[in-house]
Nanobody
Framework: QAQVQESGGGLVQPGGSLRLSCAASRSDFADYVTSWYRQAPGKEREWVATIRPGGSTTYPESVKGRFAISRDNAKNTLYLQMNNLKPEDTAIYYC????????WGQGTQVTVSS
């Protein structure tokens, strides 16, 4: 089964920035709609951003204007640039192509705290 591996999380102060990466194990990664999700302790997994093969993107209101999803097809890698981070952004972040051949990764922890 195809896999993804998230990285780039860490501890950041409110107002700070982080860039997450998601490396895919197969070159067909760029052919699929792919999304970032997050899950905070005690909460359900929440959609954060989506990018389509043509490059169009969508975001929920909670992150619009602060987060930006992008991809480097040559590197089979997805990114999430997160700016002006808030404590409520604290969660484990996951990426997932919209294809059942890809399994969920282990995620990367983002903690926003002073």
């Amino acid at each position: 089964q195809a896999q993804v591996q998230e990285s780039g999380g860490g501890l950041v102060q409110p107002g700070g920035s982080l860039r997450l990466s998601c490396a895919a194990s197969r070159s067909d990664f760029a052919d699929y709609v792919t999304s970032w999700y997050r899950q905070a302790p005690g909460k359900e997994r929440e959609w954060v951003a989506t990018i389509r093969p043509g490059g169009s993107t969508t975001y929920p209101e909670s992150v619009k204007g602060r987060f930006a999803i992008s991809r480097d097809n040559a590197k089979n890698t997805l990114y999430l640039q997160m700016n002006n981070l808030k404590p409520e952004d604290t969660a484990i972040y996951y990426c997932k192509p919209h294809n059942s051949a890809y399994s969920w990764g282990q995620g990367t922890q983002v903690t926003v705290s002073s």
